[in-house]
């Protein structure tokens, strides 16, 4: 009973700790985030860490805001942002210190939110802003078709729609937004949206970069971030020298010819520097041709009188 007991805490304290692990890696998620002040744009979709602050499982808009404001805005979310409870539940007091006569919008995954008490998931895109006409409400939230530009690179071309999103009387429309000039890094560009909304966009360079727009019309500010990788480069490798038949014949030519004076050279030097007279023929001489055969013949004809003499 012992042993069982003993299994049952063990296997207990195992699925507590396994809890605790999964609770722990949820603790924190990552939200992509924009904030537009009053028609600047403030934070071009940045990555945020998201944490939830009240421990409830539930990550919301109003913790998002509290994140980026306390990571960008200079003394933090306490002095940059507020958030209160109102008649229409938990609203936003204070963004990027702007009070902004509670002239505020936020949109998720490019869509209207009821309340900051919405919830945000990983890999989310929030949108907030502070309306640069505070008094009519008239800035009209825009973005493009594309959140994400995996894979780019330098000479691409990205093809893109822009549209706004706004409220008319009671209800949400959308429509499309021609005439805006895309910039790059708050530089105007030559690409224009066309009367149904679309550019296309050519990526001049490499490296980091964010494209926004700049309207005649009340917008409130987007970024779409890209990275454009290098343009590849093509290498041209020289062609190998080919040596040809006839090449080769003159090289060896040359080369025996080279050999040839070098060697007679060399005899002519080993014969100055011996002597004439007290040098002795060597083999391969032209002097020591005669001296060989008389040899030769003198060995034959004794040879000869000897075998000729024991025979007698």
Partial sequence: MKKLGAIILTAAVAV????FSAFAADDEITVHITI??????????????????DGDGV?????????VHDLYYEG????????????WGLSIKKLWGLTNNGSFGYTVNDEFAMGLSDPVKNGDYLSAYAMKDAAGYSDAYCYFDVKAVPDAKQGDTLTLNLKKLQYVGAQIETSA????????????TAFKTDANGSVQVTLDRSGDMILGIKSEQNLVPLALRVHAAPAETTVTVPAATTTTAADTTVTTAATTASNTTAAATTTKAQTT?????????KTGDTGAMPAVIIAALTACGTAFAFRRRREE
């Fill in 177 to 188: 937004v021609p005439d805006a000039v895309i910039t790059v890094d708050g530089e105007e």
């Fill in 16 to 19: 507590q700790a396994a809890a």
């Fill in 76 to 87: 933090g979310a306490a002095a940059g942002y507020t958030s209160a409870e109102s008649d």
């Fill in 59 to 67: 990550f919301t808009i109003d913790e998002a805001l509290y994140a």
């Fill in 273 to 281: 520097a011996s002597g004439n007279k007290d040098s002795a023929p």
């Fill in 36 to 53: 537009g002040a009053a028609g600047e744009l403030a934070v071009p979709c940045e990555d945020v860490a998201v944490k939830d602050r």
